[in-house]
């Protein structure tokens, strides 16, 4: 690829990485943008130890309440009810912050090596269609995505305001609460304090959601993008060997081997980028499957049994928590489709019209896309649609389990 090619690469991935890169701005990091001077680099620096710090404290004060909850009182409804699905979610956010952190320069290196396969100039109509759905397609479940979980943290945030606002109206007695349950080691009812406390908790909750929509937002963004470049491989590959002659039995001008060999090493360096971007969303793949099922269990109980001033905030939590996951699983199955896809594609394209050495390279490409990729939770379990239909099960088992409980007392 040409350098200008590359420059219009970078372009067009940089924008669908836009709403990505503002989101992991607010916590200090980029995918896209590195910093050149050493003020840039210091201010980076402090802007994450600041976002990091107020989420560790945040978690801290969660984990402390919730055990406070635990050795206090044998209720499940007040354990459970303690925002305990809150605590799961920053503990997830953390999770997200520590790896995203952590593989900063791997995340940057496959935005770059992107750039080095990614589709300039398309020479068929139906190609270009491909690209132009995928990526218009992709703007706007970012957007939708984003502005669903933002939507969701600011009615938390405005909750105790809008409470106190409608005691005031209604004649009631009326004092500001607070936007999450946390622990202190200070009374945080004293005047000066509350009002320190309530921006605290609202700063908090914002640099969680940025850590979680940074996270997924990217693997949203580069899972799209490979799945797109399969279905393009996919449509070369069913032309392979389509070229028409007057003896159907001449194989000489279906001599596509040239073809075959490019179709190969765009398959394998595919591939290699799957792996690659799997081994680098493994830890936060394992961390969306292992606390989505509780987290949506404990919102859920808390929206049907509990808290009724929360209600509606729960029912955007809940909608959040069940997009989160389902996108993750939705765009991982989404791979593992378009990857056996290319096994179809072999055996539609014109293989029976070409020569025996375009056959036996075909035979190949054919073998090795039968092997389907995926993306795994650390390598324990491959994630796919079935993955998110388990998840819903067992957060419904959870449910009943609690529920029976909280009859039973």
Known sequence: MSEEGRNVARKEIHETLNLCNFCVRNIGLSFIDIPKTFFQSFTSYLLFIMASSLLVLMLAGEIAYVAGQMINTASVEEFVGSYLHIAGYDTMSFGK????????????????????????????????????????????????????????????????????????????????????????PFDKTKPAVHGIVYIFETCAGCISVCCMLGSDLLFMTMASHISMLLRLLQNQIRRLGTVESKDPFDTRCNDCYKDIVEVVKIHQRLIRYIKDLEDAFSVVNLINVLLSSVNICCVMFTIVFLDSWMEMSNKFYLGAALTQIFIVCWYADDIYRASVGVADAVYESGWYKSNTRCRRAMLVVLQRSQRPLYFTALKFRAITMITYSSILTTAYSYFTLLYTSYRRD
Request: proline share 2%; no cysteine; hydrophobic share 50%.
């Open 97 to 184: 912050l520590i790896t995203i952190w952590y593989k900063r320069h791997t995340f940057r290196h496959l935005v770059v090596e992107l750039a080095e396969i990614w589709p300039v100039s398309i020479r068929y109509r139906d190609g270009v269609e491909i690209k132009r759905n995928s990526l218009s397609t992709l703007k706007h479940r970012q957007f939708l995505y984003a502005f669903w979980n933002i939507l969701g943290v600011w009615l938390y945030n405005l909750t105790p305001i809008a409470v106190l606002l409608y005691r005031k109206l209604r004649g009631m007695s009326a004092a500001l609460g607070y936007v999450w349950q946390m622990a202190y």
